[in-house]
């Protein structure tokens, strides 16, 4: 089974910024499309940000100038730089990845995935 381990989390101040890694690891064949995700309290889970494997990038309007994703497809690891942060960004945030994992006798299954979730909070 493929796990996805998110990482960077914290409490910063309005204004400050943080930078969430996450590390896909398990009987990888490949990792495709990678991205991050958030719950805030009471709210569905949103779309933040989203990279391909040669790194086409989407970003949801709200956090567009203000975050970076990134990979290193060698680390199979997915980065997102977050600036300017605000208290409207305090959230769960969740990593997701489409990947390929080998099985038994050489199978291969295509799955996607979800790491466990990191809390952000930014206080004002």
């Known amino acids: 089974q493929v796990q996805l381990v998110e990482s960077g989390g914290g409490s910063v101040q309005s204004g400050g910024s943080l930078r969430l890694s996450c590390a896909a690891s398990?009987?990888?064949?490949?990792?495709?499309?990678m991205g991050w995700y958030r719950q805030a309290p009471g709210k569905q889970r949103e779309v933040v940000a989203l990279?391909?494997?040669?790194?086409?990038?989407a970003y949801a309007d709200s956090v567009k100038g203000r975050c970076t994703i990134s990979r290193d497809n060698a680390k199979n690891t997915v980065y997102l730089k977050m600036n300017s942060l605000q208290p409207e960004d305090t959230a769960v945030y969740y990593c997701?990845?489409?990947?390929?994992?080998?099985?038994?006798?050489?199978?291969?299954?295509?799955?996607?995935?979800w790491g466990q979730g990191t809390q952000v909070t930014v206080s004002s």
């Open positions: 398990g009987g990888i064949f490949s990792i495709n499309a």
């Open positions: 997701n990845a489409d990947g390929t994992r080998y099985g038994r006798g050489g199978i291969r299954y295509t799955g996607n995935y």
């Open positions: 990279i391909t494997r040669g790194g086409d990038t």
